[in-house]
């Protein structure tokens, strides 16, 4: 069964740092992009970041740059987003997915539970 | 950043309604545009890729339209499991944005 499995979500403090984890299984994890979207409560769903699959790419949404970063394990099958310095807006459900190619379009085609993160003091 | 804006925000249909859910771009996107469906308290789900593929498994009563700027999300025949909240996703350009979603309730 092709899924992915998101770790890591915690309370921590504003200006804090958490790491969070995406465990992949049931697939060839190398051979496709992955992504984290996250969803502040309430709200509408927020594409955060993206890598390719050798890891040479990475995107981001502009309100997380220069303070996430995400990155992969092949060996390991593993997707991690690195998060600092971080704000009460990050606040969120972390979702990781994964980004099907097909003909050049991408497609998040396969979705983890979500882990949550809350940043406050 | 391209922004996308859903119409409507909300609407009410019945069982057996034809519903459309239109998202438009703020500049042409080609036909890089995916609907997603996602329902409380779960994880978001692929309805339709490249703006009119219809995902995997997926019943084919959805169906999605548009090239460039407008694009549509529309379900033939509403069903009580199709209550939910839709959203559609550019992924024409970085950084991806997603509509500000669009919430299927029972009339």
């Known amino acids: 069964e092709v899924q992915v499995v998101e770790s890591g979500g915690d309370l921590v403090q504003p200006g804090g740092s958490l790491r969070l984890s995406c465990a992949a299984s049931g697939f060839t994890f190398s051979r496709y992009w992955m992504s984290w979207v996250r969803q502040a409560p309430g709200k509408g769903l927020e594409w955060v970041a993206n890598i390719k699959e050798d890891g040479s790419e990475k995107y981001y949404v502009d309100s997380v740059k220069g303070r996430f970063t995400i990155s992969r394990d092949n060996a390991n099958n593993s997707l991690y987003l690195q998060m600092n310095s971080l704000r009460a807006e990050d606040t969120a459900v972390y979702y990781c997915?994964?980004?099907?190619?097909?003909?050049?379009?991408?497609?998040?085609?396969?979705w983890g539970q979500g882990t949550p993160v809350t940043v406050s003091s | 950043a391209i922004q996308m804006t859903q119409s409507p925000s909300s609407l009410s249909a019945s069982v057996g309604d034809r519903v459309t859910i239109t998202c438009r771009a703020s500049?042409?996107?080609?036909?890089?545009l995916g609907w997603y469906q996602q329902k409380p308290g779960q994880a978001p789900k692929v309805l339709i890729y490249?703006?009119?593929s219809l995902q995997t498994g997926v019943p084919s009563r959805f169906s999605g339209s548009g090239s460039g700027t407008d694009f549509t999300l529309t379900i033939s025949s509403l069903q009580p499991e199709d209550f939910a909240t839709y959203y559609c996703?550019?992924?024409?350009?970085?950084?991806?944005?997603f509509g500000q979603g669009t919430k299927v309730e029972i009339k």
């Open positions: 996703l550019q992924d024409y350009n970085y950084p991806w944005t």
């Open positions: 997915a994964r980004d099907r190619a097909v003909a050049g379009r991408f497609c998040l085609d396969t």
């Open positions: 500049q042409g996107i080609r036909n890089d």
């Open positions: 490249a703006a009119s």
